[in-house]
């Protein structure tokens, strides 16, 4: 059990927030505690009844552990929200114009590298082979870099099919409210 939680935590921190589906199997991979624990106690304490003795305390030790750290998770989530929703009911500019914005430059890149480029290296071939001259060519943008932040922003998985079918508002086609 707390191999899951461990393997949760460590999942989400590797891919960047998808433990869950990682996390199951890295839990899979690290032994419970409670498990090397149980082997601890067979091989060192041989009376049965302080054996169980100990097993339960470690039990209930880990037990309250893993509530602890369960609590300490959900404390940090709400928090996260309450975050979350006060960004989200400003009207601060600031906040509010980093998705347009991050967007935008994920657009500028996109034309640079797929339509600019191209074309400026074209150019300068056809320049050159007139002129005599060699031109380099244009640097290019590594596009791998940002599909991840163009994806996440865009929400393309199910989390939009989600919104529509629940009825989340402004997830539906059809008139909108008015945005400022």
Sequence with gaps: MAGGIIGSIIGGVLTGGAGPALGAGIGAAIPSIAEIAKVIVDRTIPDPQKKAEAQAEIEQALTARETALTAALQAQ?????????????????????????????????????????????????????????????????????????????????????YERTTGVPGAAPGPQPARR
Excluded: H, K
């Design 77 to 161: 989530n709400e928090q996260q929200n309450a975050i979350n929703l006060a960004e989200a009911q400003g009207n601060d500019r600031f906040s509010s114009r980093w998705r347009p914005a991050l967007g935008w430059a994920c657009v500028a890149a996109f034309v640079y590298q797929f339509l600019a480029a191209p074309m400026v290296t074209w150019l300068g071939a056809i320049l050159g082979v007139m002129l005599g001259v060699a031109f380099p060519a244009p640097p290019t943008i590594v596009v791998s870099d940002f599909m991840p932040v163009l994806i996440g922003m865009l929400g393309l998985g199910v989390m939009r099919t």
